[in-house]
């Protein structure tokens, strides 16, 4: 199928201001998105800069802005979005070059929540025990990839850089309620401040972006919940 | 360009760079580089398990999880570190555990398992529940759960910093030089130990599970310098990818109790392997595959076959095998608990590599001579415990156990030696590939002279190998090395150059299939995933030994042997 690739340009080397590229690519109905660009960037323009690296979803690399909503686009397949496909950086981080963003906000967000687990007690010789109904408490939020899907699809994000986001909400999430976790309150007050978690006007786009597929808005009422409930 | 010093440099940031991060940065100041954001690593793509003898369902020896692994390697794994691994497991397990990595759990709250191929209980009896899981996501869970803890460690990160050489003078590693990747610049980075943790290269082959990224730069890179890759024709196969994709489907469908099944609707690989079936090793499943694609037996006489999980259930395949069903909606639009899903052959996982002893010292020769300074792990890396073909869920425990390894003897060594002195010109020979790679100006183009490899290791260097399709490879890939120096990109610029590192991962691809191509054509046995037609038999008499290709300096290629460490098992036939 004949599919036209309008992809949104900018090399900081050479231009001004971005330009929109076209390009008229033949392509399988089942090829991705991902397919598509790689055929311009090997065999029409090889200047097209994109990051990728495991190609199904998986690692995070290749989030962009597909026909106006943020998606990986190795998880997109074209005859999902054919035949005028539209391809932007996502929004609201600084544009290095093409589909290229500076990812280092969004991970400083993502450190400032204490992302990773808490427990100083000694450990017991074997496996610390948790139920399956604890465990499955948190996993919709460990699926979480950092793609910045969701992140960047949010309007309280577009409006205010400094707002924490959904992802490292997601993030936060995932550890406030593991049970094995000491340092819930901790997380409760960093997302407690001005730029934290009530930021989010549950406007529902970070759930709709997540390749993931992760009920975002929901995790980040709970967590709003345990913040309400551990003050009252 | 800035040069940097710090004790221990470690290259690569998935499941082996991150646990080797994690220690050595506990006693020396250490420093990661990685080409990517260390959470796109691909370790995050293993998804059925990591296996350690806990015991939690039902009896198990991590003697028993040892046998398997012996057996699974076709008697090529080295035992004493076969033993090291299998001990050190259930150990490294539990630390995960303890680091917060969210296992899914039994009944009683401990560390779920699943059965995975080849994992027996009492020597080979039957499939035994071995691979610890995060439903099928457990390398996501381990990648995240590392990064997290280096977060919280305050371990230093270079992210998007490329690796393009290392310092080695007089047999010792001294540093890096890297391409920061936003920029452009060429940076020296000093360095008492550097620990190798950049993967494998499934970008040789069309058909692959890897990543676009997996391009075997670290092997690539210590092969210029004379230091040799071992076992390098061992490269396996993963039987159930997607048709044509070739993205990964768990064993753990599998070992959740999916079926393999030909165009007769046969179980095939009852034939293939009496006692444990569809749960044999790997290697053993790819030629089935094979077998019966090439008797007409592929699914519409196509090169596929299917994988059948419609009997276990809908809530089972969504409660076990969620990211399975997902790709299984999104690229092949159906229903994984309704249909069947077309698989075949997919390059997966490198066995062989860089040499190294239990410690993760790289060594330059058959005597075990180390190449001070320089370190390897995971996959990149050759010790060997995987031999000549890899057990699943053995490779994310490869990782940590050796990566752990790595980091602590590494750091141990920087911290008993001074800085040696480098040359002020170390990153000549990087500026000048760089600058080559940028402005020749020839009619070639990566995208095409690596699908041509891609194709050409795929038909040729595939499951099945015969001297003739050997020869003509290894024949091939030096036309196309040939060609490739007559490469011209469009991208002359600094910021965010992928044209130029596609053309550089390129050159290392390239080597790697040479290697692999040669390896494979000099071993005239069938053993683990090297199956050749032309000679079907193991032969231990001639082959019972590990295999070294080194490059000298003319550019042609040598080998060299060394013995296989056998302490328990001695080799038998290998039926399952």
Redesign the interface.
Known sequence: MKVKLRIKRF????DKEPWWGEYDVEMDP?DRVLDALHYV???I???L?????????????DAMRINGVNRLAC?V?LRDVAPVVTVEPILGLPV??DL?VD?EPF?AQY?SV??????DEP?P????????E??AV??DT??C??CACCTTSCPSFWARGEYVGPAAIVQAH??IF?S??RAAAQRLEILNEPDGIWRCRTVYNCTNACPR?IKITEAIAEVKKALLFSRL | MSTFQYDVLVIGAGGAGLMAALYASKSANTAVLSKLYPTRSHTGAAQGGISAALGNHEEDHWEWHAYDTVKGSDYLGDQDAIEIMCREAIDVVIELEHMGLPFDRTPEGKIAQRPFGGHTRNYGEAPVRRACHAADRTGHMILQTLYQQCIKHNVNFFDEFQVLDLIIEDGVCKGAIAYEIDTGEIHTFHAKAVILATGGWGKCWSVTSNAFTLTGDGAAIVLRHGVPLEDMEFFQFHPTGIWKMGILITEGVRGEGGILRNNLGERFMERYSPTLKDLAPRDVVSRAIYMEIREGRGIDGKDYVYLDATHLGRERIEKKLPDIADFCRTYLGIDPAEQPMPVQPTAHYAMGGIPTDVDGRVIVDANNTPLYGLYAAGEVACVSVHGANRLGTNSLLDLVVFGRRAGIHAAAFANEIEFQPIPDNADEPTRELVERVRTHDGDENVATIRAEMQKLMMNNVGVFRTEELLTEAVEKLKELKERARNISIQDKGKRFNQDLLEAIELYNLLDLAEVTALSALNRTESRGAHSREDYPERDDENWLKHTLIYREEDGSYRFDYKPVTITKFEPKPRVY
């Open positions: 090399n900081p080397e050479k089942t960037k090997w065999h323009d090889g200047t800069t994109l990051r990728r690296s495991c190609g199904h979803g998986i690692c995070g690399s998880k397949l290095i070059k290229v990812m991970m450190r204490m992302p990773y687990f808490v427990n450990p010789p074997r496996e610390r025990l948790q139920s399956p604890e465990r948190f996993d460990t699926k990839i950092l995932r550890f593991d094995r976790d597929e």
